[in-house]
């Protein structure tokens, strides 16, 4: 059976008439537009003190801080490990407001969480754990989960943004705003600027 569609996808006829529903009909952007950073960082800025935050919100603000600050998927947050030898190297980008710089509350986030590391002579390694007992490192679905809360309560129509548009909206952002795009590339780790200006780059309407 799978020689005959093998058979069937290379057949000169069969592959011409699907070149021509490409060139007819070419996949479009999920995103036609993206939604406003600003909304969200505004949101996050009322997220303060960090000290005073119980672990669930010091916990969402610093998933969507560093989402939002590197451009990347939830796969590589997840990722993350306090074993630097081990961890996905990505590239922050800084904030001059102190209420939401990610570095801020990346230290307050690891101060907070130490203690919930060590479990049964183990130490629980990866950067993001769950505010839920046992407290065990989440998977990037949680991610895209707390990512979608907090989009939620800052007001984006989750209805039509999910977590990935993370992605565009902070680098589309990081370019309205004048980051050059060699910085962009490096920090979504994008090695051509066709990906970003094809896929990712969007007018910010929402």
Not at 94 to 122: D, M, N, Q, W
Not at 142 to 147: E, G, H, N
Not at 164 to 180: D, I, K, L, N, Y
Request: charged share 20%.
């Amino acid at each position: 059976m799978n020689d005959d569609r093998d058979s069937l996808d290379s057949h000169p006829l069969i592959a011409r008439l699907l070149k021509r529903v490409y060139i007819l009909r070419p996949p479009t952007p999920r995103y036609s537009s993206t939604w406003d950073v600003s909304k969200v960082t505004e949101y996050l800025k009322t997220l303060a003190p960090l000290r005073e935050l119980s672990l669930k919100l010091l916990t969402l603000k610093t998933v969507m801080l560093c989402a939002l600050a590197s451009a990347q998927r939830q796969q590589t947050l997840s990722a993350l490990d306090l074993n630097f030898r081990k961890s996905t190297e990505i590239t922050f980008s800084s904030s001059g407001c102190a209420s939401i710089c990610p570095f801020v509350a990346l230290k307050e986030y690891i101060s907070r969480s130490e203690t919930l590391r060590f479990r049964s002579g183990h130490f629980a390694s990866k950067l993001f754990l769950s505010f839920i007992r046992p407290h065990n490192p989440v998977s990037p679905r949680t991610i895209a989960r707390w990512i979608m809360s907090v989009l939620q309560s800052a007001g984006i129509d989750t209805s039509k943004f999910k977590a990935h548009s993370v992605r565009g909206a902070a680098t589309s952002h990081a370019f309205v705003t004048g980051t050059p795009v060699a910085d962009i590339l490096k920090m979504a780790d994008w090695s051509s600027e066709h990906v970003f200006h094809r896929h990712y780059l969007r007018d910010v309407r929402e």
